[in-house]
């Protein structure tokens, strides 16, 4: 059998371009986990109940802390230092001890809706980058 020459103009550009988007990737991916911070903590924030007494102060006590790179990922703090938040967020006994008062779970649902689209997130953040 002969030889056959193909010439494969498209893989040189192919490896240069993946060699672009290597050098993206750190950034790239601490932009990824600003956005799902900033959609968590919007999420909570989404999700707390407003109290007649105090107006919005547990609402406005969402914040994002710290983000740090850890050997397994990304760490991502959304705090809440108002001293009730707990109690809103998982439930409490009335002050009687007699009855129990449900839990909110403002952070907790906001972290479930969040990760049932986080495959989304990831996948548009990935097409922009390769575009």
């Known amino acids: 059998m002969g030889r056959v020459k193909v010439e494969l103009k498209g893989l040189k550009e192919l490896k240069e371009k993946l060699e672009r988007v290597q050098e993206q990737i750190p950034q790239v991916v601490g932009e990824l986990a600003k956005e799902i911070a900033g959609r968590l903590l919007r999420g909570a924030i989404k999700n707390t109940p407003v109290g007649e007494k105090n107006g919005g102060t547990l609402?406005?006590?969402?914040?994002?802390?710290?983000?740090?790179?850890?050997?397994?990922?990304?760490?991502?703090?959304?705090?809440?230092?108002?001293?009730?938040?707990?109690?809103v967020e998982f439930g409490h006994r009335t002050k009687n001890h007699k009855g129990w008062v449900k839990g909110q779970f403002m952070f907790t649902i906001a972290k479930k809706e969040l990760s049932e689209n986080i495959n989304v997130i990831i996948e548009r953040k990935l097409a922009e980058l390769f575009r």
């Open 59 to 87: 609402r406005r006590g969402w914040a994002i802390g710290n983000i740090t790179e850890t050997p397994q990922g990304y760490t991502i703090e959304i705090i809440n230092p108002i001293e009730y938040a707990p109690y």
